[in-house]
């Protein structure tokens, strides 16, 4: 069994700071890209930051030069620092990682931590 716990959601105001992280446990042979999914009411899933194996990142067009994503290879764990966060960017904030488990190759997502902008 494979499990990524998020943690560090909450409630800030507008220009304010968030710092998730998600660690990644279980039967887990080797671990690709890791990164972060939000999704707000009524809208599709997107695309917030991915790293990885190199350290390469990707950043959704929102997003570019407010957060950063960084990953700890040895304990299986990726973090995203957000910056000067907007109203826009309340949702709820998925880790997803794409690892080898065992038997194959999959796509594993946390439970969601809910991130809301509010002044």
């Known amino acids: 069994q494979v499990q990524l716990v998020e943690s560090g959601g909450g409630l800030v105001q507008p220009g304010g700071s968030l710092r998730l992280s998600c660690a990644a446990s279980?039967?887990?042979?080797?671990?690709?890209?890791m990164g972060w999914y939000r999704q707000a009411p009524e809208k599709e899933r997107e695309l917030v930051a991915v790293i990885t194996t190199d350290g390469t990142t990707y950043y959704g067009d929102s997003i570019k030069g407010r957060f950063t994503v960084s990953r700890d290879y040895a304990k299986n764990t990726v973090s995203l620092q957000m910056n000067s966060l907007k109203p826009e960017d309340t949702a709820v904030y998925y880790c997803?990682?794409?690892?080898?488990?065992?038997?194959?190759?999959?796509?594993?997502w946390g439970q969601g931590t809910q991130v809301t902008v509010s002044s």
């Open positions: 279980g039967s887990i042979i080797s671990i690709s890209n």
């Open positions: 997803h990682a794409y690892l080898d488990d065992g038997g194959r190759w999959s796509a594993y």
